[in-house]
């Protein structure tokens, strides 16, 4: 079983920054392919971004394409998302993910986050 803890959300402006934090618990982080949702008030859940466990591959939605970086470091069992030029429609409770298996932008993973809510005012 793998127990993740997200952080870091917040309220903030069009074109702030933040980072978002999942630390992992419970089993081999550096074995897992990690991924983050988001979901608007409203809407479904959607994909944002999902790294490899080595970390080399990446793949982005195309709504935060070049504004949101996906990153990871195995040592401290942690993912990051560093999200840039905010803006209102990036507001959503924002979900970490992880999987045995490869990157996918589906919702196939085996463990969830209990999510990290993100305001961004215009």
């Known amino acids: 079983q793998v127990q993740l803890v997200e952080s870091g959300g917040g309220l903030v402006q069009a074109g702030a920054s933040l980072r978002l934090s999942c630390v992992a618990s419970g089993r081999s982080f550096g074995g897992l392919t990690m991924g983050w949702f988001r979901q608007a008030p409203g809407g479904e859940r959607e994909f944002v971004a999902t790294i490899a466990q080595n970390g080399i591959y990446t793949s982005y939605a195309n709504s935060v394409k070049g504004r949101f970086t996906i990153s990871r470091d195995n040592g401290k069992n942690t993912g990051y998302l560093i999200m840039d030029s905010l803006k209102p429609e990036d507001t959503a409770v924002y979900y970490c993910?992880?999987?045995?298996?490869?990157?996918?932008?589906?919702?196939?993973?085996?463990?969830w986050g209990q999510g990290t809510q993100v305001t961004v005012s215009s």
């Open positions: 993910a992880a999987r045995r298996g490869g990157p996918v932008q589906s919702s196939q993973y085996d463990y």
